[in-house]
Nanobody, 126 residues
Framework: QVRLVESGGGSVQTGGSLRLSCAAS????????LAWFRQAPGKEPEGVAN???????TYADSVKGRFTISQGSAKNTLHLQMNSLKPEDTAMYYC????????????????????WGQGTQVTVSS
């Protein structure tokens, strides 16, 4: 079974930065859409950003200009650089992969991503 493992979460103050990483136990996800989601307590999962195998990206309006999604130098890694963090960014962050292996990103909806990591907590204090 493929595993996705997130790392890099932590606690920062408003305006701080964090860099999340996601490592997959397979290289096959290098040819499909990968994404970051987040879920705050009591809320539905929210799509943060996605990236296709060609490097095209999509961002949620709430993070545009502050967050950057990127593929790592290793085929099985994904990153999320988060700058100018706000308290409303506090959530559990998950990386996810399109298990249908579409070579493009169809949507930022969680419904299109079948493989999820366990998450890494990000807490931003004011």
């Amino acid at each position: 079974q493929v595993r996705l493992v997130e790392s890099g979460g932590g606690s920062v103050q408003t305006g701080g930065s964090l860099r999340l990483s996601c490592a997959a136990s397979t290289d096959k996800y290098s040819s499909t859409c990968l994404a970051w989601f987040r879920q705050a307590p009591g809320k539905e999962p929210e799509g943060v950003a996605n990236i296709d195998p060609y490097g095209s990206t999509t961002y949620a309006d709430s993070v545009k200009g502050r967050f950057t999604i990127s593929q790592g130098s290793a085929k099985n890694t994904l990153h999320l650089q988060m700058n100018s963090l706000k308290p409303e960014d506090t959530a559990m962050y998950y990386c996810a992969a399109d298990v249908v292996l579409r070579p493009y990103c169809k949507s930022l909806s969680p419904a299109f991503f079948g493989d999820w990591g366990q998450g890494t907590q990000v807490t931003v204090s004011s």
